[in-house]
């Protein structure tokens, strides 16, 4: 898609349906109105995961909300191929960060998982929904990955949601994840894991090797830092045997 | 490379060799001594990318610097294959991450182009450096890459320092990069380009398609950020024709 800088898209909750009015949030009236400087009768662009993209008419942008109208539906609903990134809840900074890449580089669903040496225990759940959000809107996505419950490492194994799971080990001669991804077909669902900062402890390591559903993959020469790992195996998957 | 979380890897400027001291500065002794509470005689690990990597015995750290003696040798220089990031200088916190991101993933040279939609043309070099040399430690890399001191667009293009320079268009259509690569050879020498968060301008885009040392390639159907796209191109350049 060519980007357009001036075309301001907008996740909102609503379903959308040509001219049945919709209602915008106060953050997203403010946003419209004081930051982007739009007025009644001009345009912004409307998804919800569901009915795809709409391009819309301001019926109003005031201090406590404003109302939009569907006038033609620019884009037709696509669904993002599923993918689920697993990973280590890590410092805030570099977990927003993994979040705000995730979300553009096509991940559906973010699972955080707690394992031994994960020390941020605390995320601000809110705060990744809302980054997710506005990722989502910025990519010119037409859904919004979905933020599940944190599990624990042990859950993870016990009820693992997907059918293949890659796994980025630090070990010397890991095979590149390109050439592992390259022997294998597209079928059932896929996910990555990463661990925290310090990685994953030799009892998680052990499990995730002699798990038959995990597979091992390397990422080259130098150590990765665990949101670079995520953003990097992403963007190969994507490139092999997902959507680029 | 596995990964030893207790191994503290310092860059510096002198010569390393066999017994011959070598000094610590304030900063070093400083994060050594009190932050990492390292003891005389603890070793630590000094790499200056020309010599390899040296285990040292500290010989002193105190408030002013430190000493350390070079022991053994941890391992031999290996050059990292160059490979140049050519970037419009983004806002404060993307571009640094970016720096860090661009390190841990192999490239050599960091060269800032200022093209017409930049629109932060004062760059803390200092800082970025400084990012860069963490990033290099970290990761285990035995070099650190050079920032190059900024250009202009039309500089860029008169005398690029590259064979062929990889530009990630936002146009529909576009070949997939990782397809575009696998008809290429490694020969020659590559770098990567990216904008400005406004991408680039018409004619700066017109310059880059119609010129034969460029080669356009995509990367997927989201838009990306400008640093997201960068880490991204890097991720598949490394995946294909580079060292992952």
Redesign the interface.
Known sequence: ???D?NKIRLHIANDLQERVVVPLTREQAHYLGNVMRRKESESVWLFNGRNGEWRCELLAVGRKGGEALPVEQSASQVDTPPLTLFFAPVKRTPME?LV??AV???VTHLQPVLTERTTNRRMKEERLVSIAIEAAE????LDVPVLLPTISFPELLHDLPVDHLLFCD???GMN???DVLSCQDEGGSWGIIIGPE??FSGAERHALQSDERVIGV????????AE?AA??AL??F???L???
């Open positions: 898609m060519s980007f800088p960060f705000q890449k553009e580089l096509g910025q990519s010119e996505r630090e070990d010397d590149a994840m390109a310090g990685g390397g990422l080259g020469p130098r150590i990765l830092r670079t953003i990097a963007t190969i994507q490139s092999t997902g959507d680029f």
